[in-house]
C-alpha cells in the first residue's frame, strides 16, 4: 500500500524568506511520480510541482523546487522568496499506475 | 474547455436520505477518483475508475457507490447518508498511460448530513 506522510500541521515562514515543507513516502512500487499541491482558502487545487522516481535531478518551477531523496523516501517542497498569496495548504501525493494519495497536509502561512 | 464538472456545489441532506453527485470531465481522461477531505486528513480516496465499466476501492469505501458507464461520467452514490459523511467532496481524472500526467481536480461539492 501506498502512503504518504506529512508530519508539520502548520508552518509560519516571512516573507520573502524560505522554506521547506516536508513529505515522506512509503511505497513497494518501483515507478511513481510525486506531485505537490497547493490548496488556497478558496478551494481549489493547484497542481505545482511533479518528481518522477527515476529523475535524477530535482524537479523545479518557478519559486518551487522539490528536493527529492530516493534513499531516503522524502520529497521536501522548497518555497523560495515567500510571498503573501503562498499562505495555503500544501499537499504532497503520489501517483502509482491508476491512483493518486495524498498526505494530511500542511498549512503554511506567511508573515508580513 | 470545461474541465472537471462536479455538481452541486453545496448539499445538506438529513440522516437516511441517498444522494448522487455527478462529476463530468470533457478532457478525455481515463482515470476518474472521487476523495474526500476532511480536516487534518487531507484527501483520502473513496473510489476509482480506469476506464469506462471498471471501478475499484480506495480507503474509504464504506458507505458509497459508483459506477462508470461512460468516459465521461463517474457519479458518486451515497446509499444512506451519515453524519460522518459530512465532507468536502473531490472528483480528480487524468490520463491514463504516464506517472507524469497529474490529475485535474473539480472545484468540490460540500456536503453536510444533519
Known amino acids: 500500500a501506498q502512503k504518504i506522510t506529512q508530519t508539520q500541521p502548520g508552518m509560519f515562514v516571512q516573507e520573502k524568506e524560505a522554506v521547506t515543507l516536508d513529505c515522506t513516502y512509503d511505497t513497494s512500487d518501483q515507478s511513481y511520480g510525486l506531485f505537490w499541491y497547493k490548496q488556497p482558502s478558496s478551494g481549489e487545487m493547484i497542481f505545482l510541482i511533479y518528481?518522477?522516481?527515476?529523475?535524477?535531478q530535482n524537479a523545479t518551477e518557478g519559486r518551487y523546487s522539490l528536493n527529492f531523496q530516493k534513499a531516503r523516501k522524502s520529497a521536501n517542497l522548497v518555497i523560495s522568496a515567500s510571498q503573501l498569496g503562498d499562505s495555503a495548504m500544501y499537499f504532497c501525493?503520489?501517483?502509482?499506475?491508476?491512483?493518486?494519495?495524498f498526505g494530511a497536509g500542511t498549512i503554511l502561512r506567511v508573515k508580513s | 474547455n470545461a474541465g472537471v464538472t462536479q455538481t452541486p456545489k453545496f448539499q445538506v441532506l438529513k440522516t437516511g436520505q441517498s444522494m448522487t453527485l455527478q462529476c463530468a470531465q470533457d478532457?478525455?481522461?481515463?482515470?476518474m477518483s472521487w476523495y474526500r477531505q476532511d480536516p487534518g486528513m487531507g484527501l483520502r480516496l473513496i473510489h476509482y475508475s480506469v476506464g469506462a465499466g471498471i471501478t475499484d476501492q480506495g480507503e474509504v469505501p464504506n458507505g458509497y457507490n459508483v459506477s462508470r458507464s461512460t468516459t465521461e461520467d463517474f457519479p458518486l452514490r451515497l446509499l444512506s447518508a451519515a453524519p460522518s459523511q459530512t465532507s468536502v467532496y473531490f472528483c480528480a481524472s487524468s490520463l491514463a498511460g504516464q506517472l507524469v500526467y497529474g490529475y485535474t481536480f473539480g472545484s468540490g461539492t460540500r456536503l453536510t448530513v444533519v
Open positions: 478532457m478525455n481522461h481515463e482515470y
Open positions: 518528481q518522477g522516481s527515476y529523475d535524477e
Open positions: 501525493a503520489m501517483r502509482t499506475l491508476n491512483k493518486l494519495v
